[in-house]
Structures are given as C-alpha cells and as structure tokens.
C-alpha cells in the first residue's frame, strides 16, 4: 500500500464535448463535392429557401427561426443525405416531407419545440437525433418500424416523466445499435422490460438522473442486462447534494456483459465513491472513464479504499475533466496492486501541475500514460521528489500535450529513464528548441506538433525516429536533406505548415506522408517517384494550380493513396477556375502530354505538306523544288571546293559565255544583278583583249575565274559551242572540275533535242545542274539568290584570302 498525499490541483473543466463529431461523420459519409454543400446556419430565415441546388447532399439550417418545416422545399431535393435543423423553433414538421428524401441518413432536429416524434419511413436514416424537444412521451410511432437501418437513436423530453412498456416495440425488430435516452430530468416511472425489448441494442446513454427513485434505476439496469448492451454510459445519473442511500450500482457486479463504463457529468463523493469503485472493480468492466466529474471530499480522511481479494480486469481508467469542489488537494490512499492489470491511465483536464510520480510510475502493467490537457511544466513532471530510475517498468506511450513543457534538451535527456518507451507527445507545449538534443534509441515516434518550432526542428530529432509528427509547427521548407538524417522514417506528418513544394527523392522509406494545408501548388510525378514505398498521401486544402502541372495528378495517379480525394481538392489557380473541385477539372489531354502532341501532330503536319505541296504543285512547286536543290547542292560543294581553292587564286567570279543574240539579256540582266551583288565577272565584249584569238581569250578569260558559266540558248548552242568544244578539247584539266561550270538556259534545250554532235554538251547538261530563266518575276528573285550563291565561295574566310591574294599578285594576270 502507498499512502499518497501528493499535490493534486483540481480546476475547472474546460472540455467540451464535441457536438461536431456526428455533423463530420455526416459530411464525410455523404457528401462527394462541395459544391453540393449548403450552410444555412444561423441566417435569420423563416422560411426554407425555394431554389436550393437540386443535388444537395448535406443542408444545415439551424438557429434560424423556421418553426415549421414545409414540403415543397424539399421537392427537388432527392438526394438529400444530411438534414440538420436545430434551434429552429420548430413545432411541426409537415407530413409526407421525408418522402421527397428517400436517401436523407442522417436527420438531426434537436432542441425545437415539437410536442410529438414525427412520422418517419427512410430505411436508409442512420442516425436520428430528437433530443431536446418537448414531446410528452416516448412512445415511437408505428412508422419507426420502416427505419431499417437505423443505428443511433437520440430521444430527449424535459416533457416525458415516464417509459411505458410499449414505448418503444416499433424498433423491436431493428438493427439500433445506440439509444440516448432522456431529458435530463427525473422520471417518476419506468416499466420493467420496456427497454429489453430492443434486443440489438450494444450502447446506451441514460441522461436521467436518479436520486429519489433508485429502485427505478435498478430495474432499468435489469433490463440493460437483457440486451446485448456493452457499453453503459450515464450522464449526470447524480445529480448535486442529492443523498444517495443504499448501493445503487450495486447491480454491476452481475452485468457481465458490461465492458465500458462512463459516467459524465456527474457530482461524485468520495464517501461514494469507495463504495461505487469497488462495485466497478468486482465487475467485468475493463474500460471506467469519468468525463466532467465534480469530485468532493466529504470523508475527513480524504479516499480510503480498502484492499480487495479479487482479481481485476479495470485495465482503462480514464479521468477526462475533474472539478474538485473543495479546492483544495484530495487524498488518496489506495493499493497500487490492485492496478497491475491496468495498462492505459489518463489524467487529463484535470489542472494537474505536479505529477503523482510515486503511483503512476510504479503501475506495473501502465504501458499508456496520458497527462494532456494539464499544467504541466519540466519541473512539474521531472520533479526533485520522483526518482523516475527504474521505474514506469512497462511504459510505452506517454502524452503530455496541451500542458506547459519548454525544454525539448532536458526532456530528450530525462526520457533515457523510461526504458520502454517508444513514444512522446508534446503537441500543444512551449517548446523551445536552443540546446542539442540527446535522445534514447527507444524512441521511435515524436509528436512536437502545435509548437513553434520552424525549419530547424529537424536537427533537434533522434536518428531512430520513424514517426514524426511536425503539424503547424511553421516550417516553411522541407529538404531532402533534412529527412536524410532518419533512415527509418516511415510516417510524416507535416500538416498545417507553409511548404510549398514537395522535394523529389524525399525519403525512400516513407509510407505515410501529411502534408495537406500547406501552399503546395501541384504534387508532381517527380516527388512522389523519391517515394517508392508511399501508401498514404494526405494533401487536400492547398493551393493547387489546375494546369498542366497538376494534369498528373490528378488523372494519372492512383486515388486510393489520398483519403482526403476528391473532398479536400479544389483549384486555386488559374481565376477562371478557382474553387473549383479539381476531381471536375477537365483538361484536354493533348495539350498537356508531349508524346501525345507529338502523335496528333504528325499525321496534322503530314496532313498540312500533303496539302503545301499540292499548292505547290499548282503554283510551280517542281520548280522550287529544283532550285531548292541545286541550291543545297551548291552549299554542300562549297566546303569542299574551299579546301581545294586555297592553294589557287582568281581574279574574277565568273567568266560569262553567251551569243550575241543573247547580249542584250546579259547586259540588262545577268551583269546588273551580278555585279550589282559585289560579283566580278569577265565577259568577251568587255574584258577580251583584242587581237587575241578568241579561243586564247576564252582560254585566259577561264583560267582567271572562279566559275565559268554558260547562257544556253539555241543560238549560243548553234554559233558558239564548237568554239568551246575545242577548249575542252585542249583543257581536259577542266573537264575533270566540272563543278567549276555553271549553265543558265534562258529557253528549254531538251537534251535529247541536240544534234548528235553536241555530245559533250549533252552529257554536262545530264550531269550537271543547270538553271533554268524564269519569265515570272517572283520566282527571278529566286533564280539570282541561287546563282549568286553559286558564284561565291562558301567559306567567307577563303573569300578573304583570296582577295588579299588578288591584289597581291594582280599582275601576273595579265601575262600568262
Ligand atoms: C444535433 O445538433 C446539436 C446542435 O448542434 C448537437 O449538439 C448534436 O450533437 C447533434 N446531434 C447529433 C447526433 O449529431
Ligand atoms: C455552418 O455555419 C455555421 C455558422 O455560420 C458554422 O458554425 C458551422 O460550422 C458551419 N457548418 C459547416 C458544416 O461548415
Ligand atoms: C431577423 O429578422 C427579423 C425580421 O424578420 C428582424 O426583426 C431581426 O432583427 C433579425 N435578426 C437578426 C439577428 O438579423
Ligand atoms: C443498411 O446499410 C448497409 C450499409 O451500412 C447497407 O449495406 C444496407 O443495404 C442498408 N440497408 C437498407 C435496408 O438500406
Ligand atoms: C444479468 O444476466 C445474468 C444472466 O445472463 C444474470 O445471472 C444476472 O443476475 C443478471 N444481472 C442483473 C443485474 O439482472
Ligand atoms: C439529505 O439528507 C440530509 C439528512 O440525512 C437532509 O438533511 C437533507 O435535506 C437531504 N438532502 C436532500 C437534497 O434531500
Ligand atoms: C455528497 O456530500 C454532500 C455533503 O458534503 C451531500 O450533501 C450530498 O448529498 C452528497 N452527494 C452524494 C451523491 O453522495
Ligand atoms: C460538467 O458537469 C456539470 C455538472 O456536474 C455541468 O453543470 C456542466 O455543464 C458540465 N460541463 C460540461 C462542459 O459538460
Ligand atoms: C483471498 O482469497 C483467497 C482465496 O480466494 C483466500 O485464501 C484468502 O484468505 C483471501 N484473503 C483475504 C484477505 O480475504
Ligand atoms: C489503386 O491502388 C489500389 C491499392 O493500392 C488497387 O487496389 C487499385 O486497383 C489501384 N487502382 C488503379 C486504377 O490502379
């Protein structure tokens, strides 16, 4: 036996019930866009707007003074799944509504004014709550029998005193799991067996008092005992300064069934107290949580419980908002041996500021300790007068959120004495991180969410760690860097925080990952291929960009790793779509996919050249297309001819051959253009000296020039060739570079066409490209860019030299 006279502070409690917790569960389970949402709470209506969306899926109407409850409203609206209308001053609630609402599964019309329990038929209702209206009494309606798949029913009156025995025989046959019955007032009668009737029955809420008529209360239980009811709660079953006499839960020690025990709200007497605990503890309860207990001491000696012979199955005791009506420490004397079944203790809400370390830690079995919601400091915990060295000898999870901790050093240091433990929570403190952490290998899982901590934290965590929970903590940036230091990391949760990009190859061991209300913009396919091993991704409320960024994720990646899709993803951006649900985001998937444009685009281009070349075709394409390449040819040549031109030197570009009757088209046209581009030309008439046989002439004319070219016509074939085929008779040199000739036919010259003897002629044109003068002007400018560019030499390097070599040995020329 310890004695313990340990400091214990009791204050008010602050914890609330959570009244949202059906509302979430009705969102989650109906609702599958937001868009299908509408919160009309609180808007001051009297009556139920006319024109709600036809698809509505979850309709809240509370605190608006309605009063009644028409049909047509609800007319449209057949796919209605979550009805709520509480606070609205309503008396009646027109018959025949519901059935426009054949899918409604959650109905809450708590705290109006109906003096009835409404007819009602859905067989897909799940949860009804009537609570806190003023119908007279209990007795369900016929219709109830139709509620097929009704699993938690709320019934509340301050009207209804009694239970009749056939009150509730319409749900006889039904699946209800969860009664919460009463008004929160006494009832003068109860008749036996009227409750066993609803034999499916797993929970129950009694919120009646019972203070004068306890024999109602033991019959009551009596019939509990008859359903297959597990879990017993009571709220506020004693009321203040109400004289309890006898031994009312008396009754427990012969309910095996009752596995959960909870008493809320409830004024409790340590004088009871000892006589209520022992009933709980010779009974097969193993779960006993007290919520909101108003404890006082009205024993001078404070709580003895005298020791019991008896093994004790309690292994869950639960304390979760205490009130101590005297203000000041209780004491406690109580064997801890009696608790060496117990594993799970929490104390929470109860404004503890220094810890009962002697007890708690000595519980042999206590793998769970739960100090939240306390006022807790390093010292209040860690205190001078608790060895903690050997001790808390099982003790694995251990919760200090919501209290008041500072030094994350000091606490890393002191948990090496808690052997087994393997997790921390310190969400909800003070935590300063300024010294290095030294943290024990056994812990593997870290909660520090709710502080305010930063992109720092990381290197204050153990290597060990697999579970980190970071939430709101105000980091900004996540690197891979940062999670490179936990090579077991497994799950991360980094909720609430400011991290706007996920970094690609992240952490290879991840399988859970939260980082939804950030500013991430899009969840690339590079990011998650870092994290080969993911099965959770939470990533909801951010900003997501809706363009081809997110076109990814949101058609290509498996929805089964999100549990928030498609609820908690909306876009952002671009404004034409914001707030949209990006599970109705649409985009083309062409737009977005490189391959894919590829695919479109290639019958599309083949398509579009099919149709420029017909065009072409019509519009002298084949031409084009021949000078086109003549002049790829030319560009190609040219490399090679530079290399072969270095060591030779000219003094024109060209030498120009042509018949007299063509002069007149030379001098007008070729020269011009020619020259004109910066071209030197040598042409007979001009340049030929005279005296000179014409063949020397031509002879000296070509061996000057880069090029020699011909203007082919049937004249110049007709009078001039044979002068030429003499010269290529004497220079086969030249015959060998036939590259260095150029023909121009100013009038088609078909090959064929030539007389036998032109032989020569007839094999350069097949084997030489030759240009042909166009009679449409557009397609001239064509023919001189090509002829140029076949007079220049390619290399511009070359062409400088060569003009350096031109004036430098500029003499020669004339004497050969
Ligand atoms: C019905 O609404 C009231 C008021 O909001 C709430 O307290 C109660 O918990 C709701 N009932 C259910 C079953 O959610
Ligand atoms: C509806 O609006 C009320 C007040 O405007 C708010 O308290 C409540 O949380 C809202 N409900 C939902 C489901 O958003
Ligand atoms: C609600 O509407 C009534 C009139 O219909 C008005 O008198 C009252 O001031 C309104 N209340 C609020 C809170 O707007
Ligand atoms: C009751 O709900 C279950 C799922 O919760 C469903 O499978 C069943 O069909 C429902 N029963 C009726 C009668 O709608
Ligand atoms: C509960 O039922 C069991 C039989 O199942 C019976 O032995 C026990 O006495 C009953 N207890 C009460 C309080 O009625
Ligand atoms: C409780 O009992 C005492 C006497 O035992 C009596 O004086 C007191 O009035 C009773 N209180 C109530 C609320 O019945
Ligand atoms: C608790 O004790 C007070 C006196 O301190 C007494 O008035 C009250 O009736 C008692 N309540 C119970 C439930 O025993
Ligand atoms: C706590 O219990 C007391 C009665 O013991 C009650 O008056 C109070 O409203 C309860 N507080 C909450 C938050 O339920
Ligand atoms: C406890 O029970 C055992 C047998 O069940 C008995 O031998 C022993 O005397 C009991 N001890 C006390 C203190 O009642
Ligand atoms: C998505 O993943 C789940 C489980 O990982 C699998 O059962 C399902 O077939 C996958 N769906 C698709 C479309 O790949």
């Known amino acids: ?72 409203p609800f007319q449209r609206l057949s796919q209605l799944c979550f009805l709520k209308a509480t606070s609205c001053g309503l008396r009646l609630i027109y018959p025949g509504l519901f059935v426009h609402t054949p899918k409604l599964k959650f109905l809450n019309i708590s705290h109006n004014l109906l003096d009835y329990i ?82 499916s029955l797993q929970k129950i809420t009694l919120k009646v008092p019972f203070c004068e008529n306890l024999d109602l209360f033991e019959n009551l239980l009596e019939d509990v005992n008859e359903t297959q009811t597990t879990d017993l709660e009571l709220v506020n079953v004693l009321p203040d300064l109400c004289n309890v006499t006898g031994d009312p839960f008396r009754s427990l020690r012969t309910m095996p069934l009752i596995n959960d025990f909870t008493i809320v709200n409830t004024w409790i007497n340590s004088s009871f107290f000892v006589l209520f605990l022992k009933n709980v503890l010779l ?74 370390c002697n007890i708690m ?30 001790v808390f000898p099982k003790l694995k999870h251990l919760s200090l959120s919501k209290n008041h901790f500072v030094d994350l050093s000091f606490i890393a240091q002191q948990t090496h004495q808690m052997k087994y433990l393997e997790s921390l929570d310190l969400s909800y403190n003070s935590i300063v991180l300024d010294k290095p952490c030294f ?34 903590t105000g980091i900004t940036s996540l690197t891979q860097e940062d999670l490179l230091q936990f090579p077991m990391l497994t799950h991360l949760f980094l909720s609430s925080n400011s991290i706007k990009v996920i970094p690609t190859d992240l952490s290879p061991t991840l399988v859970s990952l939260y980082i939804d209300q950030n500013y991430i913009t899009s969840v690339s396919r590079e990011s998650l291929a870092g ?51 990006m599970s109705e985001y649409r985009t083309s998937r062409m737009s977005c996919e490189a391959w894919l444009q590829a695919a479109v685009a290639l019958p599309v281009t083949m398509l579009i050249v099919l149709a420029l070349c017909s065009a072409f075709y019509a519009c002298d394409g084949v ?109 086969r040199a030249i015959d060998a570079q036939q590259d260095s000739l150029v023909f121009i036919l100013l009038e088609p010259i078909p090959t064929n066409s030539l007389p036998k003897k032109f032989l020569k002629l007839r094999r350069l044109l097949m084997q030489q490209t030759y240009l042909e003068w166009p009679m449409d002007e557009r397609k001239q400018q064509v023919f001189w860019v090509n002829l140029r560019s076949m007079l220049q030499v390619a290399d511009h390097r070359i062409l400088k030299d060569m003009a350096l070599e031109l004036t430098q040995s500029d003499r020669s020329w004339d004497s050969p």
């Not at 901590?453 to 990381?458: C, I």
Request: aromatic share 12%.
């Open 439 to 472: 943290w024990p290998v056994h812990i593997t899982s870290l909660s520090l969410s709710n502080n305010n901590l930063g992109n720092k934290v990381f290197s204050f965590l153990s290597q060990y760690l697999q579970r980190i929970v970071l939430s709101k």
């Open 623 to 731: 031409w084009y297309t021949k000078m086109l390449w003549v002049w790829i040819r030319v560009k190609r040549r040219g490399q090679k001819q530079a290399n072969l031109l270095n060591n030779t030197t000219f003094r024109y570009h060209s030498f120009i051959s042509y018949s007299h009757q063509d002069s007149a088209w030379v001098e007008s046209k070729l020269v011009p253009s020619l020259e004109g581009a910066g071209l030197s030309l040598c042409i007979h008439e001009r340049d030929f000296v005279p005296g000179q046989w014409i063949v020397d002439n031509i002879i000296n004319c070509v061996e000057a020039s880069y090029k020699t070219l011909f203007v082919l016509s049937n004249h110049f074939v007709q009078s001039e060739w044979c002068n030429y085929e003499l010269f290529f008779a004497q220079h």
């Open 361 to 390: 830690s000595s519980l042999p079995s206590l793998e769970t300790l739960d100090l939240s919601n306390n006022l807790l400091s390093d010292t209040g915990f860690w205190w001078p007068g608790c060895s903690y060295t050997s």
């Open 531 to 581: 994290l080969p091993s993911l099965r959770t991704l939470k990533a909801g409320d951010n900003p997501f960009v809706c363009s081809c960024d997110s076109y990814w994720f949101m058609t290509t990646l498996n929805k089964s790793l999100l549990p928030d899709w498609p609820l908690d993803y909306t876009c952002s951006t671009p404004p034409s779509v914001a707030d949209l649900p």
């Open 118 to 199: 409404p007819d009602l038929s859905l067989p897909l209702l799940k949860i009804l709550d009537l609570a806190g209206n003023q119908y007279d009494s209990y007795q369900l309606p016929a219709t109830f029998e139709m509620l097929a798949n009704l699993s938690a029913l709320y019934l509340g009156s301050v009207n209804a005193l009694q239970v009749d025995f056939n009150d509730f025989d319409s749900l006889s046959d039904s699946s209800l799991h969860h009664l919460i019955l009463g008004g929160g007032v006494e009832w003068q009668r109860y008749d036996r067996g009227s409750l066993a009737k609803m034999k």
């Open 1 to 72: 036996t310890i004695m313990i006279n340990s400091s214990l502070t009791f204050f008010y409690c602050l914890q609330c019930a959570s009244s949202t917790l059906i509302d979430n569960q009705g969102y989650a389970s109906c609702v599958t866009s937001r868009r299908r949402v509408q919160n009309l709470s609180g808007q001051n209506l009297t009556n139920v707007p006319l024109d709600l969306n036809n698809d509505m899926q979850y309709l809240d109407l509370s605190h608006n003074p309605l009063v009644k409850l028409q049909a047509a």
């Open 283 to 356: 009974s097969n309860v193993r779960t006993l949580t007290f919520l909101n207990i108003t404890y006082n001491e009205d024993t001078p000696e404070g709580f003895r419980f005298p020791p019991l012979n008896h093994t004790i199955v309690l292994r869950y005791l639960i304390f979760y908002g205490v009130n101590h009506y005297q203000y000041r420490y209780p004491s406690i004397e109580i064997s801890v041996d009696m608790f060496s079944k117990m594993d799970y203790l929490k104390f929470s809400g109860t404004g503890m500021n220094i810890v009962p």
